[in-house]
Nanobody
Framework: QLELAESGGGLVQPGGSLRLSCAAS???????MGWYRQAPGKERELVAT???????IYADSVKGRFTISGDNALNMVWLQMNSLKPEDTAVYYC?????????WGRGTQVTVSS
């Protein structure tokens, strides 16, 4: 059973930075890992993903500010978030795909406020 453990959320002022981490355990051969977020009253949305081949996808709203990276085995993924804005406030969920199955972490709260 694949398990995902997120860390690194918190409260930060506008313009600040945070680094989220996600560790996968229980399964090898993950093909895609990434981050989604869900703000209150809104649907969950893609933030960024990375494949085993190191291809990345970013939401337009975070391009140039966020950077996703992963280790060689794609068991760990990080999201470096810079120039944070209040609209980045959300619960951030780690995501992993193994074969045709998708797995989610429990989420970590990111709050951007002065």
């Amino acid at each position: 059973q694949l398990e995902l453990a997120e860390s690194g959320g918190g409260l930060v002022q506008p313009g600040g930075s945070l680094r989220l981490s996600c560790a996968a355990s229980g399964i090898i051969g993950i093909s895609v890992m990434g981050w989604y977020r869900q703000a209150p009253g809104k649907e969950r949305e893609l933030v960024a993903t990375i494949t085993r081949g190191r291809s990345t996808i970013y939401a337009d709203s975070v391009k140039g500010r966020f950077t996703i990276s992963g280790d060689n085995a794609l068991n760990m993924v990080w999201l470096q978030m810079n120039s944070l804005k209040p609209e980045d406030t959300a619960v951030y969920y780690c995501y992993a795909r193994w074969t045709s199955n998708g797995y989610w972490g429990r989420g970590t709260q990111v709050t951007v406020s002065s």
